[in-house]
């Protein structure tokens, strides 16, 4: 009998708690040095539920069998064999769901001849066969098991919504506990034996004016966090380059006769305009041809790359150019692809298709449109340290008058 145990409600409390004592016994120094976003995604996919959907287009049959049917008469039991038809009917999702009795129920819930993991059987034992009738039969039976499904779907799926609501604020929340203590633990002044990349501190940027934040703690206490470059900051210093960018693209007389190099050091009096580092200097530096970056100490926590489009080659020596680099974690980058050609839109499609495959790709970002497509990658042989991959399109085509 399916739908027959009570309280669907209450195991599905039972799985959210399940995620939140999870996160709350989670080792602290992992939950710290992994990406939250990893972490969001293993407890969503945790604390999910997927309600089974059958899959009545895959459905077959076996060969038929007989069933004996017993049954009282005046002489005491009567036995016979009839012949028993079954259809085995494929579902995705999870089993257990068939066993819970969802807050809407039918007082006479379906019966299955067997469930398992992946298939559910039902059957019809009848003297006579008729195929109408029999294929009638079995449309009723797999219709009520719908039925109850779509009560046990509408429970199953509010769970999710709140799963998938909740579960970023309260990973946030446990992290931010966890640093707040480690940043007391680090101002007491003893000394700590810990690992050295558990913690991330952020190096906040702002127009004109822009300083490292450490703990206010002995120089010689071991808790040292990493640097790393704020996401406002980030974001406010693509803002910049998107505005270069476009200022370029509306100018293609001049932007014909730049190279990779040029354009690189016009792109860095444009950041520099808005940005400047703690000793009133400039911020962003250039290394190399193409590269644009931030340094705090010996740490690059932001890295630019300029590519002149020439195929997708010119997206793996960028990526390439970006993990050659020491990469810490929470490691902001760009690539500024520079686009001669005239179908701009297969070229940024070319170049996301590159970025996907290569085999530090992790997910997309946030941004998904033609001024800026977002990734997120993760440094070479660790998965846990993330290079946050902006790819801003230039589109600089040749002006009218210029063969």
């Avoid at 076996?62 to 085995?88: C, H, N």
């Avoid at 807050?103 to 379906?110: H, S």
């Avoid at 193409?290 to 705090?296: A, S």
């Avoid at 297969?346 to 977002?374: L, Q």
Wanted: aromatic residues 6%; glycine residues 6%.
């Amino acid at each position: 009998m399916l739908f027959a145990k009570r309280g669907l409600g209450a195991v599905l409390e039972a799985t959210a708690k399940k995620v939140a004592d999870r996160l709350q016994t989670w080792d602290s120094d992992a939950l710290l040095s992994a990406p939250e976003a990893d972490i969001v995604e293993e407890l969503v996919a945790e604390g999910t539920v997927r309600c089974p959907q059958l899959l009545r287009d895959e459905a077959w049959m076996p060969p038929p069998s007989e069933a004996r049917q017993t049954w009282i008469g005046y002489d005491g039991p009567v036995e016979r064999r009839v012949p028993q038809l079954v259809l085995v009917v494929p579902f995705e999702g999870e089993h257990e769901v068939f066993m819970f009795q969802a807050k809407n129920f039918g007082l006479n819930p379906p019966r299955v001849k067997k469930l398992d993991s992946r298939e559910l059987h039902i059957a019809v034992e009848q003297p006579g066969l008729d195929p109408v009738v029999v294929r009638a039969n079995f449309d009723a039976q797999l219709d009520k098991i719908e039925q109850h499904l779509a009560w046990s779907r509408e429970q199953v799926e509010q769970h999710n919504a709140q799963i998938r609501s909740s579960v970023p604020r309260i990973v946030a929340d446990r992290r931010r506990q966890l640093l707040a203590v480690r940043n007391v633990q680090a101002e007491i002044g003893f000394p700590v034996r810990r690992r050295s990349d558990a913690d991330t501190y952020a190096v906040p940027m702002k127009p004109r004016t822009v300083r490292p934040i450490r703990p206010d703690v002995s120089a010689q206490h071991p808790f040292k966090p990493e640097p790393a470059m704020a996401q406002d900051d980030y974001r406010a210093a693509l803002s910049v380059l998107r505005a270069a960018r476009n200022a370029l693209e509306r100018t293609p007389q001049v932007a014909t006769k730049l190279g990779e190099e040029e354009i690189r050091n016009l792109l860095l009096v444009s950041l520099n305009a808005q940005f400047q580092g703690d000793a009133g200097g400039e911020l962003f530096n250039g290394d190399g041809k193409t590269d644009i970056l931030i340094r705090v100490g010996d740490r690059n926590i932001f890295i630019g790359e300029c590519k002149i489009w020439d195929g997708t080659a010119s997206i793996e020596q960028a990526l390439k150019q970006i993990f050659k680099y020491l990469v810490w974690r929470d490691t902001k980058a760009a690539i500024l692809l520079f686009i001669r050609n005239k179908d701009v839109t297969a070229v940024i499609t070319k170049a996301v298709e590159a970025i996907e495959k290569h085999p530090n790709f992790k997910r997309r970002g946030p941004e998904d449109g033609e001024d800026e497509i977002d990734f997120v990658m993760h440094a070479d042989g660790d998965r846990q340290r993330e290079i946050h991959l902006a790819l801003l399109p230039f589109a600089l085509r040749p002006a009218p008058h210029v063969r």
